[in-house]
């Protein structure tokens, strides 16, 4: 191997581990918030025969999620007194 291509290989691969840090970072920023979506504006799982992002069929399904700062999901009020739920 040339001194270019094991060059390249190295950068490669620290840019593959910082990506992985930052990612990891802002995820323990956020949290899955349940049952706090509404309809259709849910990030993902919104539960059987749903695919992901924006699938929800009703405001506050509560199987749908959406990413909230950490810590605030319980703090978040829906219409009927309940509140969001992270698992």
Known sequence: MNTALKALTV???VASALAATTTSAAA???EKCYGVSLAGENDCAAGPGTTCAGTSAV???GNAWT???AGTCAEIEL???RHGESL
């Open 59 to 61: 405001d506050y399904q």
């Open 11 to 13: 950068a490669g691969a």
């Open 67 to 69: 990413l909230v700062p």
């Open 79 to 81: 219409p009927d007194g």
């Open 28 to 30: 323990q920023e956020n």
